[in-house]
Antibody
Framework: EVQLAQSGAEVKKPGESLKISCKGS????????IGWVRQMPGKGLEWMGI????????RYSPSFQGQVTISADKSITTAYLQWSSLKASDTAMYYC?????????????WGQGTLVTVSS | EIVMTQSPATLSVSPGERATLSCRAS??????LAWYQQKPGQAPRLLIY???TRATGIPARFSGSGSGTEFTLTISSLQSEDFAVYYC???????????FGGGTKVEIK
């Protein structure tokens, strides 16, 4: 069974750093792109970027380029999303999701989400 | 960046009725269009991909159509479990650039 298990909720202060994780299981982790999606409170879905764990090829949405870093450790089948300096506006639910197959970009499996709250 | 516009923002429908949701792309995305359903407190679920193919386990009352810039998701007879927010999503190029529409909330009339 394909599963994406995300790390738990975080409460941080502005300016702090953070790295959240997404552990894949039940499929060939290195063969499928994984994406990150932001959902701010009461708002819609925003694509942040994707990574191919096989070689760590990474692409970012222009809206998030330079704001976050996406990485992966294939040895432990885990993808990451990190911030070096959080802002209050980073408060949101963050989802990781697996892309179905090369050549398409449908997200067929999703993690449960990680709620990040940034408040002083 | 391709912009996806969904309409209406909110759709009030009675159980058993048909719901028609629209999604428009700012430029052609061919058939590179998916629909997702999201219920409160849950992650999104893939319903339709390739504009018209139902994902695994999705009931036949969900159907998608369109190509180019105009797309439609139709729910033929709304069930209580279908009241949710629906998002369209496109991709272009490879590796893909992805954008989501703003969503349509389907609520009970």
């Amino acid at each position: 069974e394909v599963q994406l298990a995300q790390s738990g909720a975080e409460v941080k202060k502005p300016g702090e750093s953070l790295k959240i994780s997404c552990k894949g299981s039940g499929y060939s982790f290195t063969s499928y792109w994984i994406g990150w999606v932001r959902q701010m409170p009461g708002k819609g879905l925003e694509w942040m970027g994707i990574i191919y764990p096989g070689d760590s090829d990474t692409r970012y949405s222009p809206s998030f380029q330079g704001q976050v870093t996406i990485s992966a450790d294939k040895s432990i089948t885990t993808a990451y999303l990190q911030w070096s300096s959080l802002k209050a506006s980073d408060t949101a639910m963050y989802y990781c999701a697996k892309i179905t197959a090369a050549g398409s970009a449908w997200f067929d499996y999703w993690g449960q989400g990680t709620l990040v709250t940034v408040s002083s | 960046e391709i912009v996806m516009t969904q309409s209406p923002a909110t759709l009030s429908v009675s159980p058993g009725e048909r719901a028609t949701l629209s999604c428009r792309a700012s430029q052609s995305v061919s058939s590179n269009l998916a629909w997702y359903q999201q219920k409160p407190g849950q992650a999104p679920r893939l319903l339709i991909y390739g504009a018209s193919t139902r994902a695994t386990g999705i009931p036949a009352r969900f159907s998608g159509s369109g190509s180019g810039t105009e797309f439609t998701l139709t729910i033929s007879s709304l069930q209580s479990e279908d009241f949710a927010v629906y998002y369209c999503q496109q991709f272009n190029n490879w590796p893909p650039a992805v954008t989501f529409g703003g969503g349509t909330k389907v609520e009970i009339k």
